[in-house]
């Protein structure tokens, strides 16, 4: 997605991130840029990759996001994905789930199921992994505001059946700094939110030193107007403000940091991706390694998802989308990405069809199995234009972090709307260069078909009869719990939150006592209270 500044300017290119692009690259503007690093793949500080061997060791995970209506539909998709191939599990709920209301709650009438999983209790976990070997394929929670109570949730249903928690791998996104900054399934405060995620990372390497309790996102920055080294940069500012939490409760740097992980954007200019990426990985090595002084050089691993890409899919001519995802995960490949959740062809529109995740599926799996994709680590390295780019792009990376810095940190900037601000202004010019065509964009403002095309795209219409079958489930859940123990464990909550604890013992009480999400937000929201938007003009 390369611009030319102004649509007499052909002459002049500027990709996303404000690097101008030459023509022509040589050695001598590496060394311009700041110079060649020779490190290799494996060592410190990882631009070429965290793992010595890469893909030749072991492919990418594939780990399509999926999940609607209710616990058993989302259970019999998993098993399809499986069946098909996928390596892993990343799972999509409600926004009544994610913003911590029951199925029954009048806040989610009509929400129940829509566009992911409903999840009241954990009898719903229980169904949806009913089945899955939780020790081959791993699990990520994309849940945010509520994402306390879920990994609870998803710790006491492995313990439940027989899995050892201490062993257990898996990821929960559970980063609600973007949130108020991208997409809004916030429930609390932002402090006591932030409190939350330091609440689940210490808990963690405490019980489940094996599991990543917080996937950093700059994917939904960059998706709500942020540009490409802003997407890092901010998501850095974010990371370092959990770490600062977790440092706070006197954990060790290395108990940790390592359990931290990236979920990044990959649409856009291939190029500006893959440097992206690559320069990314060497300023967040530098972050732990040097300013926190890690002692373990896998705590400076960036181990990061690459999604798909939302803004980058189209409405109009939605098969050039199969075109665009094969793309976005090449830059995923190329990029150096552990885990790939790539989007389909249909999200424009819909739930994914389970025609749509499998083409998503064997986009992946041609990548490993033809292209070659595997043969050799970080093939774009020691390219003139790559190297340069890395170089050019770390630049950028931290001047988004000084911006974030001069804004009073990132929780002060979320807390006073100024980052909000900030996004939102350059997702309105995004807008204004799509539809003036200095932002190119193939079907929409170029090569479009001239009449009205009929979309040859299949529906998920929302599952009324599936919404009433998962509030009933929640009412028998209530009719048939130990009711005294859920308010014993509710009583705990709440005088934990109270106190200042670490609520997460209490949550996984609670959850095991069959408390509903609801009930638990409640609670939490008693003693929090709820967040209110600050809209700053």
Excluded at 20 to 35: A, W
Excluded at 77 to 88: H, M, V
Excluded at 126 to 137: P, Q, T
Aim: hydrophobic share 40%; proline share 3%.
């Amino acid at each position: 997605m390369n611009k030319h500044t102004s649509p007499e300017d052909v002459d002049r290119v500027v990709n996303e991130s404000g690097i101008e692009i030459k023509s022509l690259y040589t050695r001598h503007d590496i060394l311009e840029s700041g110079g060649i690093d020779e490190s290799r793949s494996g060592e410190a500080p990882f631009t070429r990759g965290i793992h010595s061997e890469m893909y030749r060791k072991r492919p990418w995970t594939m780990r399509q996001y999926t999940g609607f209506s209710n616990a058993a539909d989302t259970n019999e998709r998993f098993k399809y994905l499986i069946a098909n191939g996928q390596t892993g599990l990343n799972v999509a709920f409600d926004l009544a789930t994610q913003c911590g209301y029951d199925s029954d709650a009048p806040e989610a009438l009509g929400e129940a199921g829509r566009v992911g999983m409903a999840v009241d209790t954990l009898r719903d976990f229980e169904v949806a992994f009913d089945g899955i070997d939780l020790d081959r394929i791993t699990v990520s929670l994309t849940v945010n505001g509520s994402a306390a109570i879920l990994i609870a949730m998803y710790l006491a249903m492995a313990e439940k059946r027989g899995f050892n928690v201490a062993q257990l791998r898996g990821t929960a996104q559970n980063d609600i700094l973007k949130e108020f900054i991208g997409r809004g399934t916030w429930i609390f405060p932002v402090e006591p939110s932030v409190k939350l995620v330091a609440d689940t990372i210490e808990y963690c390497a405490e019980h489940a030193p094996k599991y990543s309790p917080v996937s950093i996102c700059g994917y939904h920055i960059r998706e709500s107007g942020a540009n490409p080294a802003e997407e890092m940069g901010f998501a850095f500012a974010i990371a370092k403000a959990y770490t600062d939490a977790a440092l706070a409760r006197g954990l060790d740097i290395d108990a940790f940091a390592n359990r931290l992980s990236f979920n990044f954007n990959i649409f856009g200019n291939l190029f500006e991706q893959v440097a992206k990426f690559r320069a990314g990985r060497r300023h967040w090595a530098k972050i732990i390694l040097d300013q926190y002084g890690a002692i373990d050089p896998k705590s400076g691993w960036m181990r990061m998802i690459a999604g798909g890409g939302g803004f980058g899919l189209t409405i109009e001519q939605p098969e050039n989308n199969i075109m665009r995802g094969a793309y976005y995960a090449l830059i995923a490949a190329l990029g150096g990405a552990q885990t790939m959740a790539l989007c389909c062809y249909d999200e424009a529109y819909t739930i994914p069809t389970p025609k749509a995740q499998r083409l998503s599926l064997r986009t992946m799996q041609l990548l490993i199995e033809e292209v070659g994709l595997c043969d050799t680590v970080d093939p774009l390295g020691g390219s003139y234009y790559v190297e340069t780019l890395t170089n050019q792009m770390e630049d950028k990376i931290v001047e988004a972090m000084d911006w974030v810095d001069q804004a009073g940190g990132i929780v002060q900037a979320v807390s006073d709307g100024t980052i909000q601000a900030k996004v939102s202004r350059q997702a309105y010019q995004r807008h204004r260069d799509l539809e003036s065509g200095v932002m190119r964009k193939v079907g929409v403002n170029c090569y479009e078909d001239g009449d009205e095309e009929d979309h040859q795209v299949e529906l998920h219409p929302y599952d009324q009869h599936g919404a009433k079958t998962q509030v009933a489930a929640l009412h028998k859940i209530r009719t048939e719990r130990d009711n005294a123990k859920v308010d014993a464990a509710l009583k705990r909550l709440r005088v934990d939150a109270e106190a200042g604890c670490n609520v997460m013992p209490a949550l996984v009480e609670a959850v095991k006592a069959y408390a509903s999400v609801g009930e638990m937000t409640e609670v939490l929201v008693g003693c929090y209270g709820r967040y209110k938007e600050k809209f700053v003009i």
